[in-house]
T-cell receptor, first 114, second 112 residues
Framework: EAQVTQNPRYLITVTGKKLTVTCSQN?????MSWYRQDPGLGLRQIYY???????DKGDVPEGYKVSRKEKRNFPLILESPSPNQTSLYFC?????????????FGPGTRLTVL | AQSVTQLGSHVSVSEGALVLLRCNYS??????LFWYVQYPNQGLQLLLK??????LVKGINGFEAEFKKSETSFHLTKPSAHMSDAAEYFC??????????FGAGTRLTVKP
């Protein structure tokens, strides 16, 4: 089954404790991205990657890191989480050829930073 | 940069009534437009998309949307609401620069 998977689905942590949220897709998509969803703000893009070893900032990159060492994986790293990063996070992927192609979304990771 | 405005953060309809969710976009270049649906505790699922072909786009679950360039709108409609349509709906705009921007979302409630 074609899908985007994220782990963990739920995470409660404390301020300053480094964490990684993994994202993997099995559709051989070049383009992958991370979003955060907050009430009243919709989805805002954190980082995106056009292909392996190519990453770029989205609209809200502060406090986050990403890496793209393999085509299928795009982990999101919070090196020193803060309470304002409490949010619902989504990973997405699509083919790179044309932004008219829709993105496929993972199930989401709900992060709480105490 | 392009942007999307969804009018109404909450919409409530009765079962069997017309569903109308409003979306207006801003873009300096021809846009690609999308509607996604999010059911509780799930990711986003594509309902339909406009990519400069037919202006009336039909999607899954009986939804459709019409692209109106003169009004910069891409409203989502369904003739008859079903209880299973209760969800949050997001309009999104993209262009050849690969940026996709989402609206704030509209939560649809369907009353029996």
């Amino acid at each position: 089954e074609a899908q985007v998977t994220q782990n963990p689905r739920y995470l409660i942590t404390v301020t300053g404790k480094k964490l990684t949220v993994t994202c993997s897709q099995n559709m051989n998509h070049e383009y992958m991205s991370w979003y955060r969803q907050d009430p009243g703000l919709g989805l805002r893009q954190i980082y995106y990657s056009m292909n392996v070893e190519v990453t770029d900032k989205g609209d809200v990159p502060e406090g986050y890191k990403v890496s793209r060492k393999e085509k299928r994986n795009f982990p999101l790293i919070l090196e020193s989480p803060s309470p304002n990063q409490t949010s619902l996070y989504f990973c997405a992927s699509r083919v790179a050829d044309g932004s008219y192609n829709e993105q496929f979304f993972g199930p989401g990771t709900r992060l709480t930073v105490l | 940069a392009q942007s999307v405005t969804q009018l109404g953060s909450h919409v409530s309809v009765s079962e069997g009534a017309l569903v109308l969710l409003r979306c207006n976009y801003s873009s300096s270049v021809p846009p690609y437009l999308f509607w996604y649906v999010q059911y509780p505790n799930q990711g986003l699922q594509l309902l339909l998309k406009y990519t400069s072909a037919a202006t009336l786009v039909k999607g899954i679950n009986g939804f459709e949307a019409e692209f109106k360039k003169s009004e910069t709108s891409f409203h989502l409609t369904k003739p008859s609401a079903h209880m299973s349509d209760a969800a949050e709906y997001f309009c999104a705009v993209s262009d050849y620069n690969n940026d996709m921007r989402f609206g704030a979302g509209t939560r649809l409630t369907v009353k029996p």
